[in-house]
């Protein structure tokens, strides 16, 4: 079954859309993974391996500001972790795997620290204190913008950034207004397109 977004962005597809100069992007973990992971083909599909490392290409070639969030770190390293595992042995819980496998984890050590200094050499980083204020700020949102708790907080960066873009393939940033989505999910801009959301540069 297909997602019911409610679209309250403003969509781009990157498969049309040139970035220039002007552009501010906050850079969405996944988009990270794809662009800096060297396994990321094993499971991830085609247009997520080829659209978005070109869109994040086009962006650097122009001189785009390409902003990344410290939060971004975590989802990033857990997602290289969990691929190599299942690479290694998906049977093998992940407790084990960190613990018990000593050059499987500093293989792991080594694909995360290559990742995210892709991702400091290009891009700054935005960053956000997460308090008490934060996180309730957060909690109100999750009533309203049905997305998941680092993405939350995400938007939280920004917020206190002033970013209004974000490149991503998570169709849960549909559902934020006042943003510009910037996706090649087919899923995302056709929801948009139904509900006259999307944007054409």
């Not at 977004?5 to 040139?18: P, W």
């Not at 969990?82 to 080594?110: G, L, M, S, T």
Request: aromatic share 10%.
């Amino acid at each position: 079954m297909g997602v019911n977004y409610t679209v309250q962005a403003e969509v781009v597809d990157i498969r049309s859309d040139n970035p220039s100069k002007d552009d501010i992007f906050l850079v969405d973990t996944n988009i990270w993974y794809w662009y800096t992971y060297t396994n990321a083909s094993i499971s991830a599909l085609n247009y997520q391996i080829t659209e978005y490392p070109s869109y994040v290409a086009k962006a650097i070639s122009v001189d785009s500001l390409l902003l990344y969030c410290g939060l971004s770190f975590a989802e990033l390293a857990h997602n290289i972790e969990q691929a190599e595992r299942k690479i290694f042995n998906p049977d093998i819980r992940p407790k084990e795997y960190r613990h018990n496998y000593p050059a499987e984890r500093a293989k792991v050590v080594a694909e995360v620290e290559t990742a995210w200094n892709q991702v400091t050499s290009i891009a700054a980083c935005t960053d956000i204190l997460i308090n008490e204020d934060k996180t309730n700020t957060a909690l109100t949102r999750f009533q309203t913008q049905l997305l998941d708790g680092y993405d939350l907080l995400i938007l939280e960066a920004m917020d206190k950034a002033g970013v209004k873009q974000i490149i991503t393939d998570d169709g849960d940033y549909l559902t934020v207004p006042e943003i510009r989505v910037f996706t090649a999910n087919a899923g995302a801009i056709s929801a948009a397109k139904k509900q006259g959301k999307q944007l054409l540069r």
